[in-house]
Each structure stands twice: as structure tokens, then as C-alpha cells.
């Protein structure tokens, strides 16, 4: 899940850093005390599109617990990207986290956003705690349209309007990113993100909430999307990907005549 340079270990001290002054994260967070999360989409940001909340003292108290008992990681660290963004608020105070954490993690990791060459290490009970509490949220389609996402579920698709949007800037060149979201027969989420920087489209896919199938991650970098025609609607696919820019994407979106 992560490298370190310059000796990464377990730190001498235990307990969670105070959190750095700066603040960077605009994600919707609850009116009073709470934990929003969100999944993570770049370091040093906070992404704004809620995956869901929590407003319980115990729930909050869990997150809270998490950080603070967790043991700083020595070194700078080298890591992939974040799976959550986490603001906690409470007491009047706010906190900002990248999270690592996968159903495989038996010690979850975290950074404050505005520092994210520090780690910290959760112990195996605050990372199991925090895991199904996260696991244990539903992002549902009606929660998925209203944060503007492209939703494929069941048949039917909204905010079909974003995937003509993002179509039309990457003609352009201009940038843009789009979230889309289809769901499994037992309705779990599985997400493809696209964001062109006007030269290339990153795609980020993640199946990590696919609880009957096979979760995991993927990322493609191609330079154009087809469209196809087939039946009653296209499918659109990712080309002229990798290295040698001759191969097809894993992205595939079919989309039926309105």
C-alpha cells in the first residue's frame, strides 16, 4: 500500500501529531460536530463530493481515537494515492486527513492534507473500527446524481448531460474531470473517474466497495475517447493509451439512444 524513504518504521513516540494550522479541504462537512468523508482524488485537497457522514458521538469519537492513538511513521513517505479524505470536526475544531485503508489493511495509514510527507500508522483495532464504519455507508444513486456524478444504474442513466460536458471539453482541450458511478446487481458502487488535463485522460478505476466481486484498483493514461455505435446507443472507450499510445483502455460506457 505505500513506500517510505529514509527509513520507514514505527515511530518512538505514539500518538497522533496536532494537525498543521493551514487548512486546504472544502468538502460539505456537518453543521455541528461530525466526520464527512469523501474518496480521495488528489494529495493536498480535499474532495468536496461527500461518499457519506457520520454524526454519532461514538461514531465521531472512533475517528478521533484513530488519529490521535496513532504512531507517527519515520521518514518521508513515498505513497500511492489515498483511498478516503476525512474532516472531523468536533469541539470546535477541525481536522483534515488523507486515508489509506482497503479490506486488506491490518494497520490503515493517514496523513493531514497539508502535510502530506508525514505519516501515521493506526493501531489494528482503530483501523477495523474505522473500516466498518466506512464499509458500512451506502452511496446510493440519488446521492451520486446530486453530486453531479454520470450514474449508470440499473438501465438508466443521469446526469447525462456531465458525460456530453466532459465529451466536448476533451474535443476542446480544456480541463476537465467527470466521476461515474454503476452499480452490481446487489447495489454496490464501482467508480470510474476521468480527468483530462487538456492533453491526456488519467482513469482511475476502483471496485473496492464491489463486496460480491473481485475489488481493486486500477489507472489508465489515454490521449482520446471513441464512440461506437452499437444497437440502440454507443459505447464509449478509451484509446490510445500506455506507453507506446497504441493500446485500448479498460474504460468502456455504453450509453442507449434518449
Request: hydrophobic share 35%.
Amino acid at each position: 500500500m505505500l513506500a517510505c524513504a529514509g527509513g520507514c518504521g514505527a515511530g518512538q513516540g505514539e500518538g497522533g501529531a496536532s494537525p498543521p494550522s493551514a487548512s486546504s479541504g472544502t468538502i460539505a462537512e456537518p453543521a455541528a460536530d461530525g466526520v464527512a468523508v469523501s474518496r480521495s482524488l488528489r494529495f493536498g485537497q480535499v474532495n468536496a463530493a461527500p461518499y457519506g457522514s457520520f454524526a454519532e458521538n461514538g461514531q465521531i469519537k472512533a475517528f478521533d481515537k484513530a488519529i490521535r492513538s496513532a504512531t507517527k511513521i519515520e521518514g518521508i513517505l513515498d505513497v500511492a494515492q489515498p483511498d478516503y479524505d476525512v474532516v472531523v470536526t468536533e469541539d470546535g475544531k477541525r481536522k483534515e486527513i488523507h486515508l489509506w485503508l482497503d479490506a486488506r489493511s491490518k494497520r490503515g495509514m493517514y496523513a493531514y492534507v497539508s502535510d502530506t510527507g508525514t505519516g501515521y500508522t493506526l493501531t489494528e483495532a482503530s483501523t477495523r473500527q474505522v473500516y466498518d464504519l466506512i464499509w458500512g455507508l451506502k452511496y446510493g444513486p440519488d446521492q451520486a446524481e446530486a453530486n453531479g456524478d454520470l450514474v449508470n444504474a440499473f438501465g438508466l442513466a443521469r446526469n447525462r448531460d456531465q458525460w456530453e460536458t466532459f465529451i466536448a471539453n476533451v474535443e476542446a482541450g480544456v480541463q476537465d474531470e467527470l466521476q461515474i458511478v454503476r452499480y452490481t446487481f446487489e447495489g454496490d458502487p464501482v467508480f470510474d473517474n476521468l480527468s483530462f488535463d487538456g492533453t491526456t485522460i488519467m482513469h482511475r478505476y476502483d471496485s473496492t466497495h464491489d463486496a460480491f466481486g473481485s475489488p481493486g484498483k486500477t489507472v489508465d493514461f489515454c490521449r482520446s475517447i471513441e464512440g461506437k455505435k452499437k444497437d440502440d446507443g454507443t459505447e464509449y472507450v478509451l484509446s490510445s493509451c500506455g506507453e507506446g499510445s497504441a493500446e485500448a483502455g479498460r474504460f468502456s460506457l455504453y450509453l442507449d439512444q434518449r
